[in-house]
């Protein structure tokens, strides 16, 4: 089987913190954010969704997830499937599908009625994600 992979720069999680700290201490010692924008509450927020991104079980978890919304739109929607015992926190091993870059059905890349195809489809997965998943 083909895998693609996704893996984590060594350390990058580990940088989250001591990066955004230096990022508030050179905000407060310019003296360039607003007072009153809540400046610790959004950089909290950034941690947090940080730290989230760099946890690839977690990504697993919901990749699995999307692909059992996905397998009922088998013939527009597909999912790969996550290769578990190759997945790690910083690994993320998935099953190799052939495809092409959407921005390739631009211009003379494709015609109007596949664009159109792509558009309405981009739109209706949009509205499944928010109404049904």
């Known amino acids: 089987m083909r895998v693609a992979l996704k893996m984590q720069y060594t350390g990058i999680s ?3 913190d ?3 700290n230096n990022f508030k201490m050179l905000i407060d010692m310019l003296g360039i954010f607003p007072r009153g924008l809540y400046l610790n509450e959004a950089i909290d927020v950034a941690r947090g969704e940080l730290h989230w991104e760099c946890n ?4 697993a978890t ?3 997830a999307y692909r059992e919304h996905l397998l009922a739109y088998p013939k527009d929607f597909y999912c790969p499937k996550v290769v578990d015992h190759l ?3 910083t690994l993320l091993c998935s099953e190799f599908v052939e ?3 959407v921005d390739t059905f631009m ?7 596949m664009r159109n195809r792509i558009g309405g489809l981009l739109l209706q997965l949009c509205f ?3 109404f049904e998943f």
């Open 14 to 16: 580990n940088s989250i």
């Open 18 to 20: 001591s990066d955004l």
């Open 56 to 59: 690839y079980e977690r990504e």
């Open 62 to 64: 919901y990749q699995r």
């Open 87 to 89: 997945s790690t926190r």
């Open 99 to 101: 495809g092409r870059e």
């Open 107 to 113: 211009g003379s890349g494709g015609t109007q009625a």
């Open 128 to 130: 499944k994600e928010l």
